[in-house]
């Protein structure tokens, strides 16, 4: 996670060696406050064993261990952090030679991988404030930050009081250097430095600061929320890659729904997020947007796992169903129609969400099954169960149907369909249509749409 976090938001180059450097606004601001652990609660057996052995092994090679960021601001609120990061003094280099199994990886700002049993556990080193002259785009995103620094630089650097907590294993205490903990008791996200400045630096810190607030239960510090509004338009220079990832990660929070709410009252959709404008700006689909979300967070709160294509496959759907509707008004017909839909759709959102091909082509595959569930006679059902992505498909038609968007009796029949043993399920089948038979004899219509099912009239 920090390692994305370093390489995404700031791509700098890194030789490796560590660089001391001067000037950091933040540098100034380095008194920190040790918790024990009779104030804060945690002990070390609730951090992963893999993270408690790196630090134990990097402090008896003499260096400064850490486990830090979202995992100690997860077990303070009791929740269940996602991963456990350490963040040390250690060089790369010198990290790396304290683990048999790890190594270095990344090119622009260099973080260590150490295996740990089954765990990964990624190592960064304290990172400098930015020097004055740090690379920044015309809009002052930071597109270069390469140097490491000491603690208290990088506790600065860090988005929010909350995320810049130090937890010691060896001596349980929290190094705490902007009041972070209190911040967490009192449920306010507080951004670290001038928030304006810190939007500015990158503007992705906006949807963090929707998301982390929404995640974990804490409203907003008014001078950390005030300027969203005015500042959402930075968002238009932030590469796509990086919009979908963190938009991916708000999706997938298990809170989608209160995020969505909450970026929108926050005025960070308009424009600003190509996909929210999808998904709030179409009456029609916003019924079915949020059922799906919904029932997203349902599985994520209940630790199954959500798949991206599955989840866009929704959020782009009544924009296909329109289009659809648009080319089938100008003469053509059902299923050719819909092919073209999903091409003309994927174009554009494809290009501005930055949807990578695979998924786009598990999208199509999940959409393309649709009306082929219609098609309950012969053959077609067996070949349909077969399909690699029927359990997909099928859960997106068991959400059209309870977005009322058809009948429930088709994705009823379809569960007692897959359930069914040999017999019940011929049985179960429609009887076949002499019209049917005779379109099927026709030659196979565009070469693209090998799946396409045949023209149901
Ligand atoms: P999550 O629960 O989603 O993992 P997180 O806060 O741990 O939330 P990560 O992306 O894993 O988020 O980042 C790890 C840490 O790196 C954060 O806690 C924060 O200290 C720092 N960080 C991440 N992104 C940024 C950013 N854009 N600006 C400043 N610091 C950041
Ligand atoms: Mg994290």
């Known amino acids: 996670m920090i390692r994305k976090f370093i390489s995404r938001v700031f791509g700098g180059k890194s030789n490796g060696a560590p660089l001391q450097k001067t000037g950091s606004a933040s540098a100034k601001d380095s008194k920190a406050a ?40 997860d077990l303070l609120i009791g929740a269940t952090p996602k991963d456990f990061d350490v963040a040390t003094n250690a060089t ?57 620094g000491t603690q208290a630089e990088d506790a600065a650097r860090r988005d929010f009081t909350v995320n810049a907590l130090y937890f010691d294993p060896a001596t349980e205490q929290i190094v705490d250097y902007h009041h972070g903990v209190a911040d967490l008791k009192q449920k306010t996200l507080r951004m670290i430095g001038n928030p304006r400045l810190r939007y500015r630096e990158d503007p992705v810190r906006m949807l963090r600061a929707v998301r982390l607030a929404a995640k974990l239960g804490l409203s907003i510090d008014p001078e950390a929320r005030h300027p969203i509004r005015e500042m959402a338009e930075l968002l238009e220079n932030v590469p796509a890659s990086r919009l979908f990832d963190e938009m991916l990660k708000l999706l997938t929070s298990g809170h989608a729904v209160k995020c969505l ?21 179409q009456p029609l689909g916003e019924k079915f947007v949020l059922l799906s979300l919904a029932n997203t967070d349902e599985r994520i709160r209940q630790g199954k796992s959500s798949s991206p294509s599955f989840l866009f496959a929704t959020l782009l759907w009544h924009e296909v169903l329109s289009v659809w509707e648009r080319i089938k008004a100008g003469g053509e017909s059902s299923i050719p129609a819909l092919y073209q839909a999903m091409e003309e759709v994927l174009n554009i959102q494809g290009e501005k969400l930055a949807i990578t091909r695979r998924i786009a082509g598990d999208i199509k595959e999940i959409w393309a099954l649709q009306p082929r569930f219609e098609q309950r006679a012969g053959r077609r059902p067996y070949a349909v169960l077969e399909h690699p992505r029927f359990r997909a498909a099928y859960d997106f038609l068991c959400l059209r149907a309870q977005a009322g968007e058809l009948d429930a009796e088709l994705a009823d029949w379809w569960t007692r369909f897959q359930d069914a043993d040999g017999e019940a399920r011929s049985q179960m089948l429609l009887p076949d249509q002499g019209a049917r038979k005779k379109r099927r004899r026709r030659k196979p219509r565009a070469a693209s749409a090998p799946t396409a099912p045949a023209e149901q009239g």
Do not use: W
């Open 34 to 73: 040790v918790i024990p652990r009779s104030t804060h609660g945690i002990s070390r057996d609730q951090i992963s064993s893999g993270s408690r052995r790196v630090c134990e092994t990097l402090q008896s090679h003499g260096y400064k261990a850490y486990v830090v960021g979202g995992a100690v601001r």
């Open 92 to 148: 790369p280099e010198q990290a790396r030679r304290c683990f048999r199994r790890s190594r270095v990886i990344g090119r622009r700002f260099q973080i260590v991988h150490a295996y740990m049993g089954q765990e990964i556990i990624e190592i960064t080193t304290f990172r400098g404030g930015l020097v004055d002259e740090a690379k920044t785009d015309a809009h002052g995103r930071v597109l270069q930050d390469n140097v490491f």
């Open 261 to 281: 709410q909450q970026l929108r009252a926050e005025g960070l959709h308009h424009g600003v997020l190509p996909l929210l404008d999808v998904i709030l700006e």
